[in-house]
């Protein structure tokens, strides 16, 4: 079973950046995807960002541009580099690893206000 601890959440101003961390128990190359989710109050859960173990990356179209999520195998880290965020980012945002069963981290809070 894969253990995932998120770090980095916060409060930011509008056109701020966070960065977000997710740590794995275990060795993450043989992980087939890493990625990050989120849910804002009152909706479901989106996909944000996944990379897979060749290095491949996906975002959600409401991201892209803005959002890099890269890994570091060394270190059994994924993180997300969230940069020109807006309020409607402002979520709770959850790590994921599938292997290829999914497992989720506790989630990390990201507000985005003035």
């Known amino acids: 079973q894969v253990q995932l601890v998120e770090s980095g959440g916060g409060l930011v101003q509008p056109g701020g950046s966070l960065r977000l961390s997710c740590a794995a128990s275990e060795n993450i190359s043989s992980i087939f995807a890493m990625g990050w989710f989120r849910q804002a109050p009152g909706k479901q859960r989106e996909l944000v960002a996944t990379?897979?173990?060749?290095?491949?990356?996906n975002y959600a179209d409401s991201v892209k541009g803005r959002f890099t999520i890269s890994r570091d195998s060394a270190k059994n880290t994924v993180d997300l580099q969230m940069n020109g965020l807006k309020s409607e980012d402002t979520a709770v945002y959850y790590c994921?690893?599938?292997?290829?069963?999914?497992?989720w981290g506790q989630g990390t809070q990201v507000t985005v206000s003035a």
């Open positions: 990379i897979t173990k060749d290095g491949r990356t």
């Open positions: 994921n690893a599938q292997s290829p069963q999914h497992y």
